[in-house]
């Protein structure tokens, strides 16, 4: 199985980046040594910017995709600001129909996330997606699961983040957005654009919590994970801290 979608084929790869790229595996089962569960490497270019390193909010976001797995069997998921994709990749793993998105503007992650695919033997869609601006593609989507990994780092794109995201839990009212995050500055922000775009956080999770032994001595940071819905009935929400 390979990726598929509209913006060309993976690009070979010359001997200077080869020099600057490594590869992580990354294993989801119940412990790191049994054969129960199945593993993803990933492509982490050095050259590139933040969107080519597994970050540790990836990490938890794809622990908690693989530990809710029955919810992720047959849903149609897209990932937000995908970049080395882990996430996406194990939900396409445990049945998920996954849909890949980042900046429609950089190319070269989205020649990474197709190589990511095909070096996984997993079939994603790949989709350039600018927060905040639609095109045909965008109005196409009505998935049941969002995913977004670290996408509250740069205040700057937390208005058109939260409006791309009230557009797709609207195109399919029963969904949610999944997303991992450090608990930064900024977050009173945050509670103000989801309001602003008629959301609520209906669970909120220190990231640490549910994370085997063997995945949190590798890790650091206060990371947390929040579902988002539309607020629908202004019910009560947890709040962001």
């Avoid at 905040?132 to 996408?151: E, M, R």
């Amino acid at each position: 199985m390979v990726a598929n979608g509209d913006d060309g084929e993976p690009a070979g790869t010359s001997p200077a980046e080869e020099v600057m790229t490594t590869f992580s595996r990354n294993h989801f089962g119940t412990s790191e040594d049994t054969a129960d569960g199945f593993s993803v490497t990933i492509i982490e270019s050095m050259k590139e910017e933040y969107g080519l390193f597994v970050w540790p909010c990836s990490i938890v976001l794809a622990e908690y995709v693989w530990q809710q797995k029955s919810r992720f069997t047959g849903a149609s998921v897209v990932e937000l600001g995908a970049g080395t994709s882990l996430p996406g990749l194990v939900a396409a793993k445990v049945g998920a129909d996954v849909t890949l998105t980042d900046d429609s503007n950089r190319s070269e992650v989205l020649t990474h996330m197709r190589r990511q695919c095909e070096l996984n033997d997993i079939n994603c869609k790949i989709h350039g997606l600018t927060w905040g601006v639609w095109d045909t593609q965008t109005f196409c989507l009505c998935p049941n699961i969002i995913l977004g990994a670290d996408v509250l780092y740069d205040s700057c794109a937390f208005d058109d983040l939260f409006a791309t995201v009230a557009f797709l839990l609207q195109s399919s009212p029963s969904s949610v957005f999944i997303t991992t995050y450090h608990n930064r500055s900024g977050h009173h922000l945050i509670g103000f654009l989801m309001v602003k775009w008629g959301l609520k956080c209906v669970k909120l999770l220190d990231g640490f919590s549910f994370m085997p032994s063997y995945k949190t001595s590798s890790l650091s940071g206060n990371i947390q994970l929040a579902e988002i819905v539309l607020d629908t009935a202004n019910g009560d929400a947890e709040k962001l801290m």
